[in-house]
């Protein structure tokens, strides 16, 4: 089972940035899609963003143009550069190995004035 643990979650205001992080240990990250997820209160977790191994991004349309996927194969580490956010951005987000059930805690990102 892969290990996952997010980062970089905070407080901004609308229109700001953050850059999400989520390190995981083994050795099958290279070979593996990964995606980041989030769930806001009284929603249901949805995809944000996936990438392939070979780093082939897909974004929800909500944050198309705003966020950006990638992927650092030799640090085992998956990000997500945030920009233009908005309140409706508010949630957990986590990075999961898709199509398995190894998921991070998450980390809260609130955007806010």
């Known amino acids: 089972q892969v290990q996952l643990v997010e980062s970089g979650g905070g407080l901004v205001q609308p229109g700001g940035s953050l850059r999400l992080s989520c390190t995981a240990s083994?050795?099958?990250?290279?070979?593996?899609?990964m995606g980041w997820y989030r769930q806001a209160p009284g929603k249901e977790r949805e995809l944000v963003a996936d990438i392939t191994p070979g780093g082939g991004p897909n974004y929800a349309d909500s944050v198309k143009g705003r966020f950006t996927i990638s992927r650092d194969n030799a640090k085992i580490t998956l990000y997500l550069q945030m920009d233009s956010l908005k309140p409706e951005d508010t949630a957990v987000y986590y990075c999961?190995?898709?199509?398995?059930?190894?998921w991070g805690r998450g980390t809260q990102v609130t955007v806010s004035s």
């Open positions: 083994g050795s099958i990250f290279r070979f593996v899609t």
């Open positions: 999961r190995v898709t199509g398995t059930n190894s």
